[in-house]
């Protein structure tokens, strides 16, 4: 999948942009006007420029250094994300081939019940080792090694990579197409990549919702071998900066009282997520405030009719592989240890 850029790459600092100069409409059926009316008209003009050179000031200072430091931080949350080979060469990315990285991930409340070891490749798991106490397993522990013929891919980051890409792309074609006419298209700008912004770090910090019968028939839940005992799922996601191995024991009651479900987790921290998810804090908080700033200045409903070139359409520019706004983001489980991939 390749993202596409548009809009210019000429510098912003190239922009010229001269304040508005309103104009009061001639009266006609009014010859003359009186000295209170004349200081009342020049009152308003005076105000109506105040806020128009607020308006270019914001624009073309404060917007174009916050545009300027988040190319840098989306720039590098692509590249720990590792998406670089899907945004168009423009963006001036170098895509780097992922290194695999091998972790151990322990249970942090002091037991020893549940022991795993990943091998990650970007987001790919192609490798992981378990080591689970169980009473049914000879020797009363149970150790797999599972080595994936099929793709496995923990779907948090590459959504997240997804999302940042179509951040980017979006800051990249579209900083240079704003003046003093399309103060709400800036605006509209601002929202939208916010709200992609936002919905990569939710991504990262919230895990998906899903069934155990969903985890159960997970292709990549098959690979184990020996296979788990038949009371025995497991479940890889992300929670924030955490990789989490949860063990599902689905256990009968006695007398027929229906089934207990016991969840034994182990984690470990991923730096680089860590680091991404700083950087996407960082990035988030100037785009919600240059918005505000706009909005308060009281000329976004004011402006001119926003020229039709400059109207985005997010139903053509999302990107495909599972990338999610905000508003189409997933249902998710409330906070808890319950909660699945």
Known sequence: MEFKLGGSEEDLSELSLEPLRPTVAPCSHQPYRSTEEEGEVSHAEKKMAFFEKELCWLQTKQSEETFRAMDGLLKECCRKLCVGNKLDARAHLVHAPPQTEKYTLIQRTGQDQLRVNVVLLAENVIQTDVTLKHPKCPGG??????????????????????????????????????????????????????????????????????????????????????????????????????????????????????????????????????????????????????????????????????????????????????????????????????RFL
């Open 141 to 338: 522990v149970y150790r797999a090694t599972a080595h994936p013929d099929i793709q496995w891919k923990l779907q948090q980051i590459q959504d997240a990579g997804n999302l940042c890409g179509y951040s980017r792309i979006v800051e990249l074609s579209k900083k240079c197409s704003w003046c003093e006419e399309t103060a709400e298209f800036f605006v509209q700008i601002c929202t939208q990549i916010a709200a992609a912004i936002g919905a990569a770090r939710n991504t990262l910090c919230v895990p998906r919702k899903r069934s155990l019968l969903e985890i159960c028939h997970f292709p990549p839940t098959k690979c184990f071998n020996p296979p788990p005992p038949s009371d025995i799922l497991f479940s890889y996601y992300l929670s924030s900066s955490k990789l989490v191995c949860a063990a599902y024991n689905i256990a009968q009651r006695p007398n027929g009282g229906g089934q207990n479900l016991t969840i034994t987790q182990a984690d470990c921290q991923l730096s680089h997520i860590s680091e991404v998810l700083q950087k996407l804090e960082v990035a988030y908080n100037p785009k919600v405030d240059d918005r505000a700033r706009l909005e308060d200045s009281g000329k976004v409903n004011k402006v001119r009719v926003i020229p039709a070139e400059f109207v985005t359409h997010p139903q053509q520019t999302a990107p495909e592989n599972g990338a999610l706004l905000a508003e189409n983001a997933p249902k998710v489980r409330e906070e808890g240890n319950n």
